[in-house]
C-alpha cells in the first residue's frame, strides 16, 4: 500500500513563499506521474501541477510562473517551491500518485496540508 505524507504547509503573507514535500513510501521512480491538487473551503478539489517520471511539467494557469513542481530523487519526495503567493492559493494541498500497469492505473493520495495565504 502506498502512502503519501505532505508537509510544508503553513501561514504566510501575500507575496511569501512556501515549499511543500510529498514524502512517498515506495521509491519515487515507480510513480508514472505525480502532482499536487488543492481544495479551497466550499470548493471542489483543483489541479495545480503534475510531474511525469520523464521529467514533463504541465501547471494550472493561475499558478503558472509562480509554482514549481521538481521530484528529489535524494529525498525520494515531490516539492511544490510556491513563490509570490495570493491569499486566493489559500487551500489544503494535496500530493497524488499514479501507477499505470497496462491498462490498469492506480491513484494514491496523501492526507493534506493547510496553506493559509494571508492579504
Known amino acids: 500500500q502506498v502512502q503519501l505524507v505532505e508537509s510544508g504547509g503553513g501561514l504566510v503573507q501575500a507575496g511569501g513563499s512556501l515549499r511543500l514535500s510529498c514524502a512517498a513510501s515506495g521509491s519515487i521512480s515507480s510513480f508514472n506521474v505525480m502532482g499536487w491538487y488543492r481544495q479551497a473551503p466550499g470548493k471542489q478539489r483543483e489541479f495545480v501541477a503534475i510531474?511525469?517520471?520523464?521529467?514533463?511539467?504541465s501547471y494550472t494557469i493561475s499558478v503558472k510562473g509562480r509554482f514549481t513542481i521538481s521530484i528529489d530523487n535524494a529525498k525520494n519526495t515531490v516539492d511544490l517551491q510556491m513563490n509570490s503567493l495570493k491569499p486566493e492559493d489559500t487551500a489544503v494541498y494535496y500530493c497524488?500518485?499514479?501507477?499505470?500497469?497496462?491498462?490498469?492505473?492506480?491513484?494514491?493520495w496523501g492526507q493534506g496540508t493547510q496553506v493559509t495565504v494571508s492579504s
Open positions: 497524488e500518485a499514479v501507477v499505470v500497469s497496462g491498462l490498469r492505473s492506480d491513484e494514491y
Open positions: 510531474i511525469t517520471s520523464g521529467g514533463i511539467t
